[in-house]
């Protein structure tokens, strides 16, 4: 599943050498400077600070104290997070009311990064787990879970290994034990925009291929927005973001976004932007453009 043009092992070889993924620290750091701040009683997320490593955790404090530092680049960083953990709230908390309503045995987690769930959702102690992730993300968060000394909520953690951009995920999922026949709940957060158009459909198609009658999808994805993606592209050009190695390439509209899910068998039965999803939780909310071009869609299977 690639479109980067490279072929063979040697491009196989240089996509598992790629280091961890930064956003997905960035993401973390955004959950632990919210837990017990924002929509109390709504969102919570006591493990993601355990996570974090010193360096990363100087930050969360700041933030959570309301206490900017001195300095273009650290000012940078924490606006970084207060921006994440803005945006995190709204998703979080629907994406875990989603996974309440559309339980199933199997949970399969498409990008898992330092996601917390199976650590602490009760709801998924009757619920098998996968994450699947870049090799080098998932030993990164196997080697933070070990030094936290987490363990699941879930019934079981498999995690599964995957290069979205060159690997068969249909294959990693059967050799992981993955049941096709049996209902599953597949959650997709935080991984589309950074996925070719052709890599998305890829993936949809791998999935459909192994999804039983009363499976549900939970997607997060980008819509278009010109503003967006000029701030981003901004960041990029003066460095100035962790994240800035690690690029959008898709976005869609709900229309588009419903098309192509009904094209591999879902149909979507929500799909709400962050801001309209964040209004409800008595939040703070600055970065109304980019609460407002993120979006959380549930789709299940079937006609």
């Not at 997709?188 to 999808?217: D, I, K």
């Not at 460095?239 to 098309?259: F, H, I, L, N, Y």
Request: glycine fraction near 8%; proline fraction near 5%; include cysteine.
């Amino acid at each position: 599943m690639g479109e980067d043009g490279r072929s063979g092992q040697g491009a196989q070889d240089g996509q598992h050498r790629r280091a961890a993924s930064r956003t997905a620290v960035l993401v973390c750091q955004g959950r632990a400077a919210a837990d017990g701040r924002a929509a109390v009683g709504r969102f919570a997320d006591p493990v993601a600070v355990r996570l974090l490593r010193d360096e990363e955790r100087a930050v969360v404090e700041q933030v959570r104290a309301g206490t900017p530092p001195q300095g273009w680049r650290e000012r940078t960083g924490y606006e970084g997070v207060r921006a994440c953990a803005e945006i995190a709230v709204p998703r979080t908390v629907a994406i875990d009311e989603a996974l309440r309503s559309q339980a199933s045995g199997q949970l399969v987690v498409l990008g898992a990064g330092l996601d917390t769930r199976a650590w602490r959702l009760a709801d998924l102690a009757h619920t098998d787990v996968w994450e699947v992730d870049h090799p080098a993300s998932q030993q990164d968060k196997r080697a933070r879970l070990a030094a936290a000394g987490a363990e699941p909520v879930a019934r079981s953690v498999r995690f599964t290994a995957v290069d979205f951009a060159v690997d068969d995920l249909a294959a990693a999922l059967a050799a992981a034990g993955h049941d096709p026949a049996a209902p599953t709940t597949w959650l997709w957060e935080g991984v589309v925009p950074y996925l070719t158009r052709a890599q998305v459909r890829a993936t949809l198609a791998a999935l459909a291929g192994r999804t039983a009658p009363g499976s549900a999808l939970v997607l997060n994805y980008q819509a278009p927005s010109a503003k967006a993606a000029a701030g981003r592209l901004l960041t990029r050009l003066l460095g100035s973001s962790v994240t800035a190695g690690e690029p959008w390439r898709s976005r869609w509209t709900p229309q588009r976004m419903a098309a192509l899910l009904a094209e591999h068998g879902f149909r979507v039965t929500a799909d709400d932007d962050l801001l309209t999803l964040a209004r409800p939780l008595d939040t703070p909310v600055r970065g109304r453009t980019s609460l407002r071009n993120g979006r959380v869609a549930v789709a299940l299977a079937g006609p």
